[in-house]
């Protein structure tokens, strides 16, 4: 079946600091992948869209400075937390579009959750 | 703004009981799905509804679909400790193409 990679899992870092999140389609071409912030006991909040080749579309209210988003092959999408701040802390998940089983799905990452100090 | 409500927002029942949370939308859609998360996690895909399908059947899931009253329900029958976890509802609209936008999610807590 279709598998997302996220990577790191965990990352604690200094204020001030920019921050890369990985996430890879293991087995599947994504041209398309989607990136979500989640906060404690809340549902996940659509960031951007991340397209192959082209600028993310960033839903409104999400600074494009600050979370920036590159999507250089069809199983690779990076999201770089810029000049963190603790108002970052958060649980970042990506997800690509794939089909199984003759259905189109969306495939997660097991999530990044970031901690700013 | 991104779409989606869930009620309860908390659910705790006893082990074999069955398990039905529900979900609103505000506009048409292509399809639902219904995912569950483990804290901490990732989410996992449990089933899809297509907009012209009423109910669909996985396991011991059962999924209604009401585009009139544009709501939806997931029934966990004979519910298991390891059904434990948040459920989240997500819907990809007409005008969003394949992008989704998720339910605040129920928080199911099965009591051996």
């Known amino acids: 079946g279709a598998v997302v990679s996220q990577h790191p899992s965990w990352v604690i870092c200094k204020s001030g600091t920019s921050v890369k999140i990985e996430c890879r389609s293991l087995d599947f071409q994504a041209t398309t992948m989607f990136w979500y912030r989640q906060f404690p006991k809340q549902s996940l909040m659509l960031m951007a869209t991340?397209?192959?080749?082209?600028?993310?579309?960033?839903e409104q209210g999400v600074e494009k400075d600050k979370f920036l988003i590159n999507h250089a092959s069809l199983t690779l999408s990076t999201l770089t937390v810029t000049s963190a701040h603790p108002e970052d802390s958060s649980f970042y998940i990506c997800?690509?579009?794939?089909?199984?089983?003759?259905?189109?799905?969306?495939?997660f990452g097991s999530g990044t959750q970031l901690s700013v100090l | 703004s991104q779409q989606g409500e869930e009620d309860p927002q908390a659910l705790s029942i006893q082990e074999g009981e069955n398990a039905t949370m529900n979900c609103s939308y505000k506009?048409?859609?292509?399809?639902l799905q219904w995912y569950r998360q483990n804290s901490g996690r990732g989410l996992v895909h449990l089933i899809l509804i297509r907009s012209n399908e009423r109910e669909k059947h996985s396991g011991r899931l059962r999924v209604t679909l009401d585009t009139s009253k544009k709501s939806s329900s997931l029934l966990i029958t004979a519910s298991r400790a390891a059904d434990t976890a948040s459920y989240f509802c997500?819907?990809?609209?007409?005008?969003?193409?394949?992008?989704?936008?998720f339910g605040t999610g129920t928080s199911l807590t099965v009591i051996p």
């Open positions: 997800s690509a579009n794939g089909r199984q089983s003759g259905e189109e799905k969306l495939f």
């Open positions: 991340s397209n192959e080749g082209s600028k993310a579309t960033y």
């Open positions: 997500a819907t990809a609209t007409t005008n969003t193409g394949n992008q989704f936008y």
């Open positions: 506009t048409s859609i292509n399809n």
